[in-house]
């Protein structure tokens, strides 16, 4: 390490992460801390310019919002919003907006800061970005639903915009939450504004495929990653943690293309056959009785035994901290590819490299539905729409060129996928930086 980036570690708060008389992964369930271990881990390797590590570590602007509705029985209630913008220097910000209880800003900024990175892993021209309000969508009305939603945008309507800040749906917000927001900034701006948000209904501007893109990105990116293991693809066994969005359509095109379902899991429990899961027939069960547990088809087993099948391929796509140090020594699949958010944490990464498991992290996995997001607002921008075959065919080749990125960069460094990801998504941010300058 230089020691220039060392004053400069030493100067920010990074010790509080990785200081040198702590536990390393002392905070590994906190989302913030997980990232920014990895993030400083890329700095050092890259010997980053400390001027600019320091603008990166920080997010460029941080907004709080009250948040004042009227419920169903009159009465007033104060909701608190946040808005993050962690970097806009390669273009517009570009994340979810998350309805949760558990919403904080440090989630927010760490959510943010995510955001740059996976854009620049798959070279969209996009910044980072998040936001949520904190709240129980379980107790809210359909209609004071739509007032928060609504009140949030006005609040935040010099935020927002096609070029510089547009949302997405998170946890707990969807395609209607996201038609609100429209149409709220589209009110302000007193013409219709489709590029102000993506994962849009399709008939108001949102993309074909973007609902099943983040699946079809894991199906795409494991797929490379057992070519480049030397593994046949067909017949790979996988097991899939979580069977929602990303996780149910990954295991059906996985199974489209020849792997072998062998288990799958919801809040629920998981389930488990040797000679494979038909996903179709899961999802059927699951439109009928909601969740997976007494499917016919499979044995039951516990959720922690499904994260410890002898398989090809573990794709984890429901909760963060899913793979700690507490299960990582027992996993034994040979590729795990990140569906979800932060899977893995930072003091489990070292212990399944030295496994030899190979991880395409959730910067690069999971990177399918921010780059169908970036074809929906492409096309709002040109009004001109494109077919589910073409969106598709231009996601594929951004996921394989950027897994080939990545793996070029772990190979020349000698690092894992995930710690190649962040250097090249950091390497990318910092460039621009170099390119523009400090104004003023
Ligand atoms: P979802 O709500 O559609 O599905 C989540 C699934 O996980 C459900 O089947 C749920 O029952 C299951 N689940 C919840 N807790 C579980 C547990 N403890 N064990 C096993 N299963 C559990 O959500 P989603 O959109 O599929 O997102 C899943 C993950 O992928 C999240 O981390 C999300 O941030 C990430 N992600 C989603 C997208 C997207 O486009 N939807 C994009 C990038 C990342």
């Given at each position: 390490m230089s020691n220039a980036l060392d004053t400069a570690l030493g100067a920010t708060s990074?010790?509080?992460?990785?200081?040198?008389?702590?536990d390393p992964y002392f905070g590994e369930d906190n989302p913030f801390e997980a990232m920014m271990a990895r993030f400083d881990h890329a700095a050092r390797l890259l010997a980053l310019d400390p001027g600019i590590y320091r603008v990166l570590r920080q997010p460029e602007k941080q907004v709080i919002v009250s948040v004042p509705i009227q419920r169903d029985n009159g009465e007033i209630e104060v909701f608190t919003g946040y808005r993050v913008l962690h970097n806009t220097s390669r273009g517009p910000a570009k994340g979810g907006i998350r309805f949760d209880q558990r919403v904080t800003?440090?989630?927010?900024?760490?959510?943010?800061?995510?955001m740059t990175w996976k854009c620049a892993v798959v070279n969209i021209p996009f910044g980072g970005a998040k936001g949520g309000v904190v709240c129980d969508p379980g107790t809210l009305t359909l209609h004071e639903l739509e007032r928060i939603t609504r009140r949030y945008t006005a609040c935040l309507i010099e935020i927002f915009g096609p070029e510089s800040d547009i949302p997405a749906p998170d946890v707990n917000t969807n395609e209607r939450v996201m038609a609100w927001i429209m149409d709220t900034y589209s009110m302000h701006r007193r013409h219709a504004?489709?590029?102000?948000?993506?994962?849009?209904?399709?008939?108001?501007?949102?993309?074909?495929?973007?609902?099943?893109?983040?699946?079809?990105?894991?199906?795409?990116?494991?797929?490379?990653?057992?070519?480049?293991?030397?593994?046949p693809v067909r017949g790979a066994r996988v097991a899939v943690q979580g069977f929602g969005n990303v996780g149910s359509v990954a295991a059906r095109l996985l199974e489209q293309e020849g792997l072998t379902v062998v288990a799958v899991s919801d809040v629920s429990g998981a389930i488990h056959n040797a000679t494979g899961i038909r996903v179709d027939d899961a999802l059927a069960w699951i439109r009928e009785h909601r969740y997976l547990a007494g499917y016919p088809g499979a044995e039951p087993i516990s959720s922690d035994e499904l994260l410890t099948l002898d398989v090809d391929v573990l794709l984890p796509a429901a909760v963060e901290n899913a793979i700690t140090r507490k299960n990582a020594a027992q996993i034994r699949a040979r590729v795990i590819c990140e569906g979800a958010n932060g899977p893995t944490t930072p003091g489990a990464d070292e212990m399944l490299a030295a496994k030899g498991v190979f991880v395409v992290p959730d910067i690069l996995a999971n990177a399918g539905g921010v780059t169908v997001s970036y074809f929906e607002w492409v096309q709002d921008r040109a009004a001109y729409f494109w077919d589910e075959a073409t969106v598709n065919e231009r996601l594929t080749s951004i996921l394989q060129r950027s897994f080939l990125d990545v793996l070029s960069v772990a190979q020349r460094h000698g690092v894992n996928m995930r710690i190649a990801a962040y250097m090249l998504a950091i390497e990318r941010v910092a460039a621009v930086h170099r390119l523009r300058g400090l104004y003023a």
């Open positions: 990074a010790s509080d992460v990785i200081g040198r008389d702590k800003l440090d989630e927010v900024k760490a959510l943010a800061a995510w504004v489709t590029a102000v948000v993506t994962g849009k209904p399709v008939e108001m501007g949102g993309s074909l495929g973007r609902r099943e893109a983040t699946g079809r990105g894991c199906m795409i990116v494991t797929k490379e990653a057992l070519k480049h293991l030397g593994l």
